[in-house]
């Protein structure tokens, strides 16, 4: 009888589908691993379907490791060593057979020379590898020295009690840039310590760690990021300077204390590719070039609002690198200073000392620039300053934290700031969102239904011939369908008649619609349509950011 493969039976058992397999089997080539592997890493199913999977495809039983305890009494019929070398547990006697708990069917053959080991005739049941180190660990101790010397392909005993962790560290970290992840996420739970990465926007599971390296772990990345190791009641805020695969990384990190233990976030800022030009941004050609006139203006306050991690540093790092120039003196007020910009006064904010966003406004006033960045205005008297900045003849860069475009105005307003100094001020908003692109290998035209097309209010007729692109996966984007982010923008350009508006204080609906009304805002639901005809994304992608401000 010809024995099925692993897909087919967990096609036949509904745990996935055979596009599923299919796309494993893309995966899985060059990277040295089964099919099975690459279904988990792929998120298509956990580790004890596959497991099952593999138990019925060996005729063996299934033990899941996680239910109950290991009898006492059968754990003492086998030495440390011998589990340590053999990978099994002793589970149970019946049938005059001693049931052993192992992780590979492929390792039965190993049977008969660990039955001599026991002086016992074996009889083996299949658990998930993830199970089976845990009760190796819990049971005899195993794994607490080599676990992680094993993650990171290193020796325990060839190094210092330390290294290890160090070289750990430094592969997650490696790996991160190689993914280009913008965060990890270190996560403590009960039973694991989950790493994740946010590719893409999209938090991706990349490693689970046993919960005794939590402590080593997050040492180590206190120590890395200048916080107390002693203090683990308070959040905490750090950075990291380091040097991975020949180029320079900047890390924020920040911790937070939870249930199970502290949870480390760190923003990765790769120094060489996080200063982007202009044209790199992802405008439209009509925005592009109301927003290249808009930035030359002599004077007055450009705006970039939006939700944290939606890019508008970039935006504003961007413009300033258009603007920098030998005869032109450019001054930030930061928190952080995230990259370093050649020829660029940049000053960073330290509120332990007192130096406000404020004070250091002020201060730089009186060193004559003719540009001024301030990281973020958060209070009123910061918007104060910054607009009186405007009106006595600089050019002030900011960001504001609201959903859209025009809030800006009245969250000005809400702020404390009189309406007639918004409207004299205040040139040009531009809201921001980021949305993955699709990946250019592997994506597949389709023709959208109806109600696909009417929830962005597009028309059939708008379409090109082939439709739109759907993803699909491949190894270029790692199965994923998508690869990098652009921006989708919202940009007004202020006129007489919403400066008007603005003094009044008219309410952000009553501005929204004139500005659309006069084409003097494409709104970011205009701007993501553009690029899903344009074969650049998705409509649910659009929708993600942009149904709920229609």
Known sequence: ???????????????????????ALTYQKGKKMRVGEALIALGSC???????????????????????????????????????QHRFIPLLEKGGKLVIAIDDPLRVFELDNLGFILNRDLQPALASPTSLRAKMREVYGIGEENTVAK?????????????PIIRMVQKMIETALQERASDIHVEPFADRIRVRFRIDG??????????????????RLKIMA?????????????????????????????????????????????????????????????????????IRRPNG?????????????TTLYASLKELNRPDVKIITAEDPVEYQLQGVNQCQVRHQIGLSFAKILRAMLRQAPNIILVGEIRDRETAEIAIQAALTGHLVFSTLHTNDAPSALTRLVDMGVKP???????????????????????????????????????????????????????PQCDMSGFRGRKGVYELLELDSGLRDMVFRGQPHSAIRERAKATGRMSTLLDDGVRKVVAGLTTIPEILRIAHALE
């Open 151 to 163: 993650l990171v392909g290193g020796s325990a005993e060839t190094e210092s009690e330390d290294a």
């Open 226 to 294: 200048g916080m107390d190791i002693a203090e683990k009641r308070k959040p905490q805020d750090g950075r990291i300077s380091a040097q991975v695969s020949g180029r320079d990384l900047d890390i924020r990190a920040s911790i937070l204390p939870g249930n199970h233990g502290e949870t480390m976030v760190m923003r990765l800022l790769d120094q060489q590719r996080g200063l982007v030009s202009l044209e790199e941004l992802g405008f439209d050609p009509g925005d592009y070039a109301r927003f290249k006139s808009i």
């Open 420 to 474: 007639f100094l918004v409207s004299a001020s205040v040139q040009a908003i531009l809201a921001q969102r980021l949305v993955r692109m699709l990946c250019p290998h592997c994506k597949q035209p389709y023709q959208p239904e109806d109600s696909e097309l009417k929830s962005v209010g597009l028309q059939r007729s708008q379409l090109p011939p082939h439709g739109l692109y759907r993803p699909d996966g491949c």
């Open 1 to 23: 009888m010809t024995r099925k493969l692993l897909g087919q039976i967990l096609v036949e058992q509904g745990v996935v589908t055979e596009e599923a397999v299919n796309k």
């Open 301 to 313: 306050i450009f705006l970039v609002t939006g939700p944290t991690g939606s890019g508008k540093t």
């Open 202 to 219: 999209v938090l991706v599971e990349r490693a689970t760690h046993p919960p005794h390296l939590q402590g080593p772990l997050l040492s």
């Open 46 to 84: 956990d580790e004890e379907a596959v497991t099952k999977a593999l138990a019925t495809q060996a005729r063996l039983p299934y033990v899941d490791l996680r239910k109950g305890k290991i009898n006492e009494e059968f754990a003492k019929l086998a030495t440390r060593e011998a589990v340590e």
